[in-house]
């Protein structure tokens, strides 16, 4: 049989790539090649327009365990005990089926770290739709959530909240990065390698479908209005079965009677047996027809690029398959060996006594190609930095403003999703969602380990580099505030289409500004995910990168969140008195415009600034910690008051001149800027953390008092704001949930 | 004294029973696989919370089937202390060991937040150590907690005196704004009659230590040992 053209062009390679996999092959390949090759070459799988760029993250420190190359990165954090952690994106699935998209999300992030021999412990995502007047985007958010809580729920793995944002850039290609986080003994962790020739290859987990065929292929194209009859391309999750999948390898790798295990993801089979094999430098021979599947009639090209969910692939060691056959057993799970490790190097594909397909494994992920795309620096960009912000109005009345910003749906309280996620299953919460960073203990060690996702999507659009420099900082921001130390850190980079020039300016710069952040504040990046193509229409998203950061807290018990914990303490700013208005929430809000420059980190002030919240949370000096993000000084001010129990705040900021300049009180309040955290001295330790942030030159001003029923803020002694903490409780707490709880009334 | 943490394929929460039983209380404690036909000598069984069979079914329906549970039954009906939280609540009221059933919550969606229950009876070995209106605060996690039964079957068991814990605000008075999921006579928790065996929706075993947010569910657990250690 012959391939002729159109079935190449269905496959997504292009004439070089063609004729490259002629030239490892040296004939034509069969259909089942073709199938193989296409998903291990397509963008999702090999990554080749993003490789090149990525090379140039820090990826070793001396914590880190496992870099990037295995299903997840893994870090020291002593005891000898690693945290193994990683975040991913489902966003093509979630956009045509949410419920069901956003569910295999959490599936396939989980299977990742426990195939590391971890034990998942804890779960966050970070979510980016259209505006929520939408009601398509409502129903999107309505499913995407009830997805990831249907799936973590059910299997047990608290989901500690994580972040979500609306822009209308999103509204035709919502994003859903999910981040799991596991603990695993160091000299236990598991690999996705195969060795040894003569062992055996088994499949366990569910039955393998036509569901997901050429899942990998969608994920590498965008969108347009046909991308709903897609939908057979989305797999269906089962939790229950995941749930076995998980205690049942965890329980076989005590045995020691496994050489390697991977899980069946993007590309299912093709890419577990290709991958184990080219990382063991091994072959690997398996016959399809002992795989265990769904329907009747699939082929073997089916089999082998069915993107099913929850089954994974496991080597054993010769001679011990019974130990892992008894394991498996015990959990009405039954391995099938479909086949064993060879010595020759190929990956070779049977269907009973029929070799269907034969690739030298190596050349298959050695020589996947690798794309030096053209970058341009977009047209939109100069314009939109050139807003003047100070040209523009400012509001009469701040106090209002203020309101509406705690109203708005990125500001206000996310309740109305996190309390539909079990948060607290496997007794490890020590934050609740919506306190700050998501805090779990680590048991038997009394230390906890402190995560958040972060990224911001207008800060990336108006400035790339800039941009993944902030989500950097502002992530271990955020770890540190929760008194942890960051040691890691995995990245979910969410960009449009690589072959237009400027896209990939966009990715290429905001890896440049990830790099030299985590250099900088001495983060290294363990693995993680590249998601492009995420365009509708040729209408690109904002470029997202997404951070996922890991703290390690020496104490449990010590550690902040952002809640003033009583009344008549002396609030202290850290950092500058004043932030920016270009890309700020105010911005949008007030005026409809994303434009202006985000304000630039420094990195040395932000290196400085963390040190000092971990050695001043470690020591007692403060009762809170909160950094000031969307919104601004004023909403992170109203936000340590929120959920206090009623604790108002009264500040009087010196440093933005006087009452009358509206400017600069605009930017005092709703300016946003890096480096920024209000914290609550504890009674009597004033002077020393004064001193501290001195020896550390980090800024810090002691701005007023917790206390009263009021929040108010003035300047040189006149008011400039003030509302009340019931007023300002109400317009937070019912900012996101208005949008959907009059429909369930 | 040892406390038995029968597992189902699904259960999510018997790690947390057992660490509760064994780290927090101190307690010895066992998991019991549920294809086990024997409890091992246990002094007090707790079905665990947690998806079992992935509750695809009605939530329970097919845990109560297995074969664990024909021992659970004989260890009940011998006046053994049985407790089920969550989901092991619905596989004992599946299983017929306690009255009534759980529908989905009113507002139809899952729910994770700590809330807080009045204690109401003390004469049952998982609340002897509370006193009559103890005010817990304690987690719930669950889609469907909303606890009805027919009106005989409730009059009969308020008469009984079955009715351990009500959904309730912080002080103590039971309101339709403080119960979470629609529950009949805001019912979190009943016994049977024979007052040992016990089903409740909260997690008291997630409320076991300070560091948690709530250590209030500790009085439920140590319930069980002091009346067995008397």
Known sequence: MSIDQTTIDEHGLNADEYQRLLEILGREPTMTELGIFSVMWSEHCSYKSSRLHLRRLPTEGPRVVQGPGENAGAVDIGDGLTAVFKIESHNHPSFIEPYQGAATGVGGIIRDIFTMGARPIALLNSLRFGTLDDPATRRLVDGVVAGIAGYGNSIGIPTLGGEIAFEPSYAGNPLVNVFCLGVAKADQLAKGVASGAGNPVYYVGAKTGRDGIHGATMASAEFDEHSAEKRPAVQVGDPFMEKLLLEACLEVMQTGALVGIQDMGAAGLTCSTSEMGARGDVGIEIDVSLVPQRETGMTPYEIMLSESQERMLLVARQGREAEVEQVFEKWDLHAVRIGEVRDDGRLRIRDHDEVVAEIPNRQLADRAPLYNRSTERPAYLAQAQQLDVAALAAPAALSGTWLDLLRAPVIASKRWVYRQYDHMVRTNTVVLPGLGAGVVRVKGTGRALAFSVDGNGRYCYLDPAEGGRLAVAEAARNVACAGAVPIGATNCLNFGNPERPEIMWQFAQAVDGIAEACRALGIPITGGNVSLYNETDGQAIYPTPVLGVVGLIDDATRVLTRVFPAVGLEIVLLGDAAGELGGSEYLTLAHGLVGGRPAAVDLDRERALQTLLVDVARDGLIGSAHDCAEGGFAVTLAECCVESGGVGARVELSGPGGPDDRFLLVRALFGEAPSRVVVSALPGTRDRLLARARALSVPATVIGHTGGERLAISVAGVGVADIGLVEAEQAWANGLTRYFEAAVA | ?230
Request: glycine share 10%; net charge negative; charged share 15%.
């Open chain 2, 1 to 230: 004294m040892k406390f038995a943490i029968v597992e189902f394929p699904g259960s999510n929460c018997d790690h947390d029973a057992y660490y509760a039983a064994k780290h927090v209380l101190g307690q010895q404690a066992e998991f019991i696989w549920h294809k086990d036909t024997d409890l091992h000598g246990a002094d007090v069984v707790v079905l665990p919370g947690g998806f079992s069979y992935g509750d695809y079914l009605r939530t329970g329906a097919i845990a109560r089937f297995s074969p664990i549970m024909t021992r659970v039954r004989e260890f009940a009906d011998a006046g053994g202390p049985v407790i089920g939280i969550c989901n092991g609540f619905q596989v004992l009221l599946e299983a017929g060991l306690l009255e009534g059933a759980l529908l989905s919550n009113r507002r139809l969606k899952f729910l994770c937040q700590h809330v807080h229950v009045r204690v109401e009876q003390t004469d049952t070995p998982f609340t002897c150590g509370a006193a009559v209106g103890q005010v817990l605060k304690l987690p719930i996690a669950h889609g469907e907690g909303n606890y009805y039964a027919a009106p005989e079957t409730v009059a009969a068991i308020e008469a009984n005196r079955q009715v351990l814990f009500r959904y309730c605000a912080a002080d103590g008075a039971v309101s339709d704004a403080a119960n979470p999921n629609g529950s009949l006579a805001a019912i979190a928790g009943v016994c049977n009659a024979a007052r040992n065996v016990v089903g409740l929706m909260p997690h008291p075993e997630r409320a076991c230590e300070s560091v948690l947010g709530s250590a209030d569910g500790r009085v439920v657990l140590e319930s069980a040992v002091a009346a067995l250690t008397v």
